[in-house]
């Protein structure tokens, strides 16, 4: 499966040790955690809810790095909390935190969420079909969490000094929503 990450060009696409800065699926010092989108509009639908953008103007500004990383196939496990705790806001965070403990306490490495940047129905691609539309199918987002080493992950750096389209300020689930 080939998933999605953007990131900040002046660091690699993934973390190497526990320094990572806590997030959703993971406390501090509790990484290395990757984080992944399976679409590349929920990859900067992550970065838009994280970064509280919500003005297509600030667009402007964004230069980051889309990298494109096989992972193998999507992991069978999923994450065991309510679809509300999934996507809420940071105070959700420690609930997350737990229930990923409990998926690595049972030797889990990698599960899947339902993404807490993208509406449901906000993952959807493109047609060409008397120029471009959207594309009829909409799905919702996942996020794919891996724990441990990314020396075996192998990442093709997509766009450099990219920013998303104003377009998908639609579909993001902000913070304050």
Same mark, same amino acid.
């Given at each position: ?10 660091y690699p696409f993934l973390w190497e040790d526990a320094s990572q800065p806590a997030g959703r699926w993971? !406390? $501090?010092? #509790?990484?290395? &955690? ?10 900067? %639908? ?52 737990? !229930? $990923?403990? #409990?998926?690595? &306490? ?10 807490? %940047? ?13 120029g471009l539309k959207p594309a009829a199918r909409a799905r919702d987002g996942r996020v794919i969490v ?32």
């Amino acid at each position: 499966m080939i998933v999605f990450r953007q990131v900040d060009a002046r660091y690699p696409f993934l973390w190497e040790d526990a320094s990572q800065p806590a997030g959703r699926w993971h !406390a $501090a010092g #509790e990484g290395p &955690a990757h984080y992944f989108a399976d679409t590349p509009d929920g990859a900067w %639908a992550e970065f838009l809810r994280h970064e509280e953008i919500t003005d297509p103007v600030d667009l402007a500004t964004i230069r980051r790095q889309l990298w494109s990383v096989e992972i193998g196939g999507l992991p069978a496990e999923t994450a065991r909390v309510p679809r509300s705790i999934a996507t809420g806001s940071p105070e959700t965070y420690p609930a997350c935190h737990q !229930a $990923a403990r #409990e998926l690595r &306490a049972r030797g889990v490495s990698a599960f899947v969420a339902p993404s807490a %940047a993208l509406k449901p129905g906000g993952a959807r691609g493109w047609v060409v079909r008397d120029g471009l539309k959207p594309a009829a199918r909409a799905r919702d987002g996942r996020v794919i969490v891996l724990f441990g080493s990314p020396h075996d992950l192998v990442g093709w750096m997509a766009a450099d000094r990219a920013s998303p389209s104003a377009e998908l300020f639609d579909r993001v689930h902000h913070f304050r929503d």
